[in-house]
């Protein structure tokens, strides 16, 4: 079989990574100072590799984050009130195998929705399905979902991610359908799943904007039973720009 029939059976079977790999090899004529075990090694590192960074791409295309951010962009920063103790245990992503929210409070432009982005997408680096919303957009979109018949498909696509991204958290009070179906979302994910939601208010005063006491008392027990709380400082990073 030659080089050619076997590329375009490696591309046949998906192994994209392979194909890649094979037809470098052979364009650099490299082949001949290879033995096939370290051909066998090279092509299946590359396979892996491929294989990995598709996912990590299609993790991320489908998270839509708002903003393009990694961890290695946040600096840790004494007058932000950010830790880089805790950002080194933030980016090994562990609180999402143990379940654990995050409660990112700041004024306007201390780069909230910023660190919110950064570890989604470190959570998508490390292959963990991940969903990102502004807050207003989510209810309108759980509002049309309503209309469309669609509505229990997106509250179970969101209970299974395993992390949710809830941004701009607590610019308007809630409605009544707006409480109910949060209260749905946080109940789905309890103690199973990891929420990070960002908000200019401060936690307590969440309680205000979810409204009907016994709802707030019930959603907020849930959110911050297992939370990490940043709550970063300073003044405006697009004031600085």
Known sequence: MSYTQSLEQLRELRLHGMATALDGILTAKQSSHMSSEQMLELLIQYEVDSRQSRKVDRLTKQARFRYSASIEQIPA???????????????????????????????????????????????????????YYNAQKLFYNLRLSKMEGTHRKLITNMAKADLLIIDDFGLQKLEDLQRLDLMEII???????????????????????????????AILDRITHQSIRIELKGESLRKKK
């Open 77 to 131: 920063s004494v007058k932000q009130n950010i830790d880089s103790t805790q950002l080194a245990m933030l980016s090994t992503c562990k609180w999402i195998d143990e379940g654990d929210n995050i409660l990112i409070t700041g004024p306007t432009g201390v780069g909230k929705s910023h660190m919110a982005s950064a570890l989604g997408a470190q959570a998508c680096m490390l292959g963990y399905r991940t969903l």
């Open 187 to 217: 109940e789905d994910r309890h103690g199973l799943k990891s929420t990070i939601i960002a908000s200019q208010l401060p936690v307590a005063a969440w309680y205000e904007v979810i409204g009907e006491p016994t709802i707030s008392d």
